[in-house]
């Protein structure tokens, strides 16, 4: 089963509009990624936020990190149509690998 | 600086042909990785490697698949007796130690007809 499960699987948002996407996951955690990829492209890294941070900010992104609930959002604000892309959160649990999650496609219609 | 090179960006292969798809990890980057994914869904881990060294291929199918990353040039995931199944986007990412932030290639679209 996966480790990283993305909510909600697909969001549809007018641009301007904030979208937020929530990660959950299974086991104990060294840090948490977040991924962008467009359709028929690799994946491009947006943030990292380690177990011991609760908030990290990057330009328009905003990512929390609650491992109580074994939980994380992705806030992108302010949205533009170029925005528009599938978002993965990944884990990195001291293995040797990231675990993604399915994913969250956004799409932010101008 | 280059990003992480894959090549072929798309390969096409008959049932039972052999595919080689090629990784040349950032300008850097030891640390090699291998994922999987199939439309619509997540990257799956396959294999994790250090030059020379194989470190974990938990991931990987136990038959038809290799991979290997030489003291010389590019990282090499190797396919053998290609199935139907095998058809999906094949990403390598670089870092520059175990696991920390992973930088993607393009990937390389493998169809299997």
């Known amino acids: 089963s996966q480790q990283g499960e993305e909510d909600p699987q697909a969001l549809s948002i007018q641009e301007g509009e904030n979208a937020t996407m929530n990660c959950s996951y299974k086991t104990s955690i060294n840090n948490l990624q977040w991924y962008r990829q467009n359709s028929g492209r690799g994946l491009v890294h947006l943030i990292l936020?380690?177990?011991?941070?609760r908030e990290k900010h990057s330009g328009r992104l905003r990512v929390t990190l609650d491992t109580s609930k074994k939980s994380s959002s992705l806030l992108i604000t302010a949205s533009r149509a170029a925005d528009t892309a599938s978002y993965f959160c990944a884990t990195d649990n001291a293995g040797n690998m990231l675990t993604f999650g399915g994913g969250t496609r956004l799409m932010v219609k101008p | 600086n280059a990003g992480v090179m894959q090549n072929p960006r798309h390969l096409v292969r008959r049932r039972g042909q052999e595919a080689r798809l090629r990784c040349s990890p950032m300008?850097?980057?030891?640390?090699v990785y291998w994922y999987r994914q199939l439309p619509e869904e997540g990257l799956k881990f396959m294999v994790y490697l250090q030059k020379e060294n194989i470190i974990d291929e938990s991931g990987m199918p136990k038959e038809r698949f290799s991979a290997e990353f030489p003291k010389e040039g590019p990282s090499i995931l190797r396919i053998q007796q290609v199935v139907r199944g095998d058809s999906a986007a094949y990403f390598c990412a670089s870092s520059h130690g175990p696991v920390k932030e992973q930088y993607f290639g393009p990937g390389t679209r493998l169809t299997v007809t």
């Open positions: 936020i380690r177990s011991n941070e």
């Open positions: 300008k850097g980057h030891s640390h």
